[in-house]
């Protein structure tokens, strides 16, 4: 048995080198977190708005996908400092989602503590709930992850592929699947975030992927029109497949507009590092945006409707997340991390 450690180079450091083409999927998938809450506003009464809302439904849900594919990615990584590392996600992450349920316990008139421990789980702070427990474990798993071969990363996107088709299947069927699969649901695409780049690497491997995303959306927007909706945005391998797909696609455009736009990439940037204050906010902007819209445009104009209200919220949302965090959590996280980082030294010191 080879007990000693694998080579360097086959581990990832935390040496922190910025990459921008995540910020374009940041930037573009809180876009569709909008736009897809901002569908509302969508009459379903006429065929054309219709077909819009069904279609945009599919591009749009991949948003959900794409945060833990990059999450994951990001935090499957082995560390020098576990201290460090829930340090920084309790003070970058805890602090704003335990100010924001609060502001949102405040603005439904609903039970702070209830909150935090579920009750917002319908609203679109589901996300929290299941990203936080992965973004805990990561850590511990993460040397398993980061050591994966190219068979392994197969293998593990295999088996949860085949997981998620039998729960979407029997669902559909009405038939009870109780066979369990430890990293079902999105917890799947969190821990791909650390394979996916091992197995679509190849410019044959993207090509490959896009045309059977491509695919996958028109098979997609058939399933909903014969009303088969089980899993369909998030389970679905199918759907699986068009994430992937979306995710690897900005990347690519990413890459080349990085190069041939270099004066986009320090906006894409502001934006990206204001992203999650504007997921926290902007459900709570757009209510209050819709209530107070002078237009409700019916028939195909709720397109034009629907694009108008997505800029609308994004922009505000923006303003108030910019606000908020040059003026309260930026430094307020920093004084916090000062103070830990300056008493951990002095215990170490002693």
């Not at 039970?111 to 850590?139: H, K, M, Q, R, S």
């Not at 197995?199 to 695919?215: C, M, N, P, S």
């Not at 089980?230 to 890459?255: E, M, Q, R, V």
Request: glycine share 4%; with cysteine; charged share 15%.
């Amino acid at each position: 048995m080879n007990l000693c450690p694998p080579p360097k180079s086959s581990i990832q450091t935390t040496k922190k080198i910025h990459l921008i083409e995540f910020d374009y999927i940041r930037v573009i998938a809180m876009l569709f977190v909008i736009a897809v809450h901002t569908l509302a506003v969508i009459d379903f009464k006429d065929p054309v708005s219709f077909f819009y809302f069904q279609l945009m439904q599919i591009i749009f849900f991949t948003c959900n996908g794409m945060f833990f594919l990059m999450s994951g990615k990001f935090a499957l990584i082995e560390r020098q400092s576990l201290y460090l590392y829930y340090l920084k996600k309790m003070v970058y992450l805890g602090i704003p989602i335990l100010i924001f349920f609060y502001i949102r316990s405040l603005y439904e008139g609903s039970n702070y503590f209830l909150n935090l421990l579920g009750e917002l789980a319908d609203t679109e702070y589901w996300f929290l709930y299941v990203l936080i427990g992965n973004i805990v474990l990561a850590p511990l798993l993460a040397k398993a992850f980061v050591n994966f071969n190219l068979t392994e990363c197969w293998l593990f996107l295999g088996f949860g592929l085949f997981a998620h088709a039998m729960m979407m299947i029997c669902s559909i069927c009405h038939v009870n699947y109780c066979w369990s699969f430890i990293f079902s649901g999105y917890s799947l695409y969190f821990y791909l975030g650390t394979c996916v780049e091992k197995i679509i690497y190849t410019k044959r491997v993207k090509e490959i992927l896009f045309t059977l995303a491509f695919v996958g959306v028109g098979i997609s927007l058939i399933l909903k029109y014969k009303g088969v909706t089980n899993y369909i945005h998030d389970l679905s391998p199918i759907f699986t497949i068009i994430t992937l797909g979306t995710y690897f696609g900005i990347l690519s455009l990413a890459k080349r507009l990085k190069d041939k736009l270099s004066n986009l990439s320090p906006v894409i940037m502001f934006i990206a590092k204001h992203s999650f204050v504007v997921y926290l906010v902007h459900m709570m902007v757009f209510e209050i945006t819709i209530k107070y819209y002078p237009m409700q445009w019916t028939g195909s104009l709720s397109i034009l409707l629907h694009l108008i209200m997505t800029v609308i919220v994004f922009i505000f949302s923006l303003i108030v997340a910019v606000v908020v965090d040059n003026f309260f959590l930026n430094p307020l996280c920093s004084k916090i991390m000062q103070l830990a980082t300056s008493k951990k030294k002095c215990k170490d010191n002693r």
